[in-house]
């Protein structure tokens, strides 16, 4: 019979449990809810409330209201709806392309000669230089919108450390969000990238055969929504409605707030 511990039955006292689990099969939704849940590996019959509560950082990423009663409460979580956890993907071909993007490579750096450079991590590794961050962001993000750099890589440029850090990882959790169109020469600057032409072919997608279909990967290739991780969101403004981005335009171009 199956005991569920992971390793071999000599060391079964150092092997895990539940690293294979029976699949809840009593209704749909709780086939769906099984296949999105995670475990936070402390003692269940420890009284401590701390890793329990929900805390900020699960905004987005962790469902506030899915979570067993008893001793696992607040242990055992769920994922949000559309959180997704990258599977990873290889670094060494972004650090050629962040080279052939005029990034000095670390062997070649000469510190007296641009001590202002903004030093570049891939996956926590400092492989090189560049002397214009700005640049290099707007160029990596661009290519990760068009789908040439995978959707899940993740691009933080620290302004005020002078760091530009790309991880393309496994097991960071992302959430997906619309993109706004920030392009200063853009006429549509400081709105929404999705249009009612992205709505139409949406629409348009079920009388499609499924090879043809736009679909969510299409919104993705079209750069208006992406993948954004915990960390790179804390570099990013995030606003909560169409309303508040109709708001922020407004007085941006000068326009006085309305008093309620």
């Known amino acids: 019979g199956a005991t569920g511990n992971w390793g071999e039955q000599k060391k079964a006292a150092s092997s895990k449990a539940g690293v294979s689990q029976v699949l809840n099969r009593y209704t749909f939704a709780s086939t769906l809810s099984h296949l999105r849940r995670t475990n936070t590996p402390i003692g269940r019959d420890g009284k401590i409330a701390k890793p329990r509560q929900l805390h900020n950082t699960h905004w987005g990423l962790v469902c506030p209201a899915e979570t067993p009663e ?13 959180a997704y956890i990258t599977i990873g993907t290889p670094g060494y071909p972004l650090v050629d392309f962040l080279s052939s993007n005029d990034m000095e490579l670390l062997e070649e750096y000469e510190p007296q000669r641009s001590p202002n450079a903004t030093k570049v991590f891939v996956n926590g590794v400092w ?10 962001h707007k160029v990596v993000q661009d290519v990760r919108r068009q789908g040439v750099v995978n959707h899940e890589v993740s691009i933080i440029r620290d302004i005020r450390d002078r760091e530009f850090k790309i991880f393309t990882d496994a097991g960071r959790v992302c959430r997906p969000l619309f993109v706004i169109d920030n392009d200063p ?41 992406e993948y954004l991780d915990a960390e790179e969101e804390e570099t990013v403004m995030i606003v909560m409605t169409p309303e508040d981005l109709d708001m922020s335009r407004q007085m941006q171009l000068g326009y006085e707030e309305p008093k309620d």
């Open 127 to 136: 492989v090189g230089t560049h002397r214009d961050p700005l640049m290099l």
């Open 70 to 82: 008893g001793q696992a409460c607040g242990l055992v979580k769920n994922l949000s709806l559309m």
């Open 185 to 225: 020469r853009s006429e549509r600057r400081g709105q929404l990238v999705l249009q009612k032409e992205h709505i139409e072919k949406l629409e348009d997608d079920h009388t499609l055969p499924p090879d043809e279909r736009f679909g969510w990967e299409g919104l993705l290739f079209s750069g208006t929504v």
